[in-house]
């Protein structure tokens, strides 16, 4: 057992390496995606399982921040849906890092499912109550290495890169995102996924970098 000034160093060396790792995670994936050699493996999921586990490993970071994590799955129990189990997991949880880390004490994030009327997609909305996006940069948000004014004025870290990755795995599953936010209220994401496997894109296409 070490001393407890040493466990403390050690600690932040962990999590120092974790962080770097991240970040060097996150560039390779960057790289890959606009090679269009990110790599897909499709499967038939139950969406609403799907999301239970991936908020259940969200709970420690959550409960870290001091939020509220909610999960209302609507009328779904059953949700068939043709996805990469990993690519999707790693899309899904960049959006609830950023819904518990741009957040306030206190604040809650709740994730929703709907199957939209109009055409065949579920939706997944996940919505905080935190500091928002400001109007102005709305636009910019899922390009690489954009971060707004209100969270570099926290001085929370953060390399810009997690919504670029998110929105590409989306689209590459057929899917579409989009945000909506109030500035000092929250902010919600949208994505949505085909129901019918048709309509995935039948291959990956890089950026043409
Ligand atoms: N839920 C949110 N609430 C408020 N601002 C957000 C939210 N999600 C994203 N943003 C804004 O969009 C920017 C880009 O998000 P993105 O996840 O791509 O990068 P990041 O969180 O800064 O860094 P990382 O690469 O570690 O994810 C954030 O820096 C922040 O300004
Ligand atoms: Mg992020």
Redesign the pocket.
Known sequence: MLPSDDRELAGNGLAAARKLL??VN?LLDVSKIEEGRFGYNFEQTNLVIFLSEILKNAQAVAKEYDIKLYFDKGAQQQLMVTIDPNRLGLAIS??L???I???VKNGSVTVNIKLLTDKPFAEVA?A?T????PPE?MEK??TKF???????KRE???????????KNIINRHGGTIR?E?VIDR??T?YFTLPTDSRLIPPKEVGLGI
Do not use: H, P, Q
């Open positions: 991240k970040i996150d960049n959006l890092d950023n819904a880390r741009y957040n996940i905080d935190g500091i928002g996006i940069n948000v899922f954009f971060r707004a004014e209100n969270v570099i929370t870290e953060g390399s810009g890169l997690g919504l670029f990755i998110t945000a936010s929250g902010t994401f």
